[in-house]
T-cell receptor, first 113, second 121 residues
Framework: AQSVAQPEDQVNVAEGNPLTVKCTYS??????LFWYVQYPNRGLQFLLK??????LVKGSYGFEAEFNKSQTSFHLKKPSALVSDSALYFC???????????FGTGTLLAVQP | GAVVSQHPSWVICKSGTSVKIECRSL??????MFWYRQFPKQSLMLMAT?????????EQGVEKDKFLINHASLTLSTLTVTSAHPEDSSFYIC?????????????????FGDGTRLSIL
């Protein structure tokens, strides 16, 4: 079965420090992986995607993610966190040969000033 | 960039009322749109996949007579919650995806509306 796991419900980081939000996946075939961010009472905003090619993907707002096939991971990273990065982050994968986007449970990122 | 507009953003109504939510892709044509429901502090639950010009595909456990979906054009899908009750109160989010390169599994990301907060009294 296709699945996405975000093992941390919440990540706390001080402003200016690097941040990592973890994501692992289980899907048949080559995965199409995505990261989205959600601010309170808003929809999801697309941050970045991995389809093929370089394992390090750069996205919006200075975020990047590294695809690791052997570890089936797609962790989201940013070198220097901002307070405005505080939000709910979702990892997602297209499951197999379907249209459905499978979401992780979300990780709340809290950046302290 | 791809923009999806969802309207209304907030609805408060009495039990028994039917509520229609619109989802529009403003700068691209979306052959497929998706409707999700999100409970507080939880992930998104896919309710149905809406395909332009054909019937929606509902996920298991979602009542198709309760949640009517219409995708009449390449830029508009609507979700109607019929005879809404307090348990239908939730945050409903739509998304739209531009068509991919002919493969069933598209590499295009879904673009989301800002959601509709539905509160049934």
């Amino acid at each position: 079965a296709q699945s996405v796991a975000q093992p941390e419900d919440q990540v706390n980081v001080a402003e200016g420090n690097p941040l990592t939000v973890k994501c692992t996946y289980s899907v048949s075939g080559n995965p199409y992986l995505f990261w989205y961010v959600q601010y309170p009472n808003r929809g999801l905003q697309f941050l970045l995607k991995y389809i093929t090619g370089d394992n390090l993907v750069k996205g919006s707002y200075g975020f990047e993610a590294e695809f690791n096939k052997s570890q089936t991971s797609f962790h989201l990273k940013k070198p220097s966190a901002l307070v405005s990065d505080s939000a709910l982050y979702f990892c997602a994968v297209y499951g197999g040969a379907t249209n459905k986007l499978i979401f992780g449970t979300g990780t709340l990122l809290a950046v302290q000033p | 960039g791809a923009v999806v507009s969802q309207h209304p953003s907030w609805v408060i109504c009495k039990s028994g009322t039917s509520v229609k939510i619109e989802c529009r892709s403003l700068d691209f044509q979306a052959t497929t749109m998706f409707w999700y429901r999100q409970f507080p502090k939880q992930s998104l639950m896919l309710m149905a996949t809406s395909n332009e010009g054909s019937k929606a595909t509902y996920e298991q456990g979602v009542e198709k007579d309760k949640f009517l979906i219409n995708h009449a054009s390449l830029t508009l899908s609507t979700l109607t919650v019929t005879s809404a009750h307090p348990e239908d109160s939730s945050f409903y989010i739509c998304s739209a995806r531009a068509p991919g390169a002919g493969t069933r599994r598209s590499n295009q990301p879904q673009h989301f509306g800002d959601g509709t907060r539905l509160s049934i009294l």
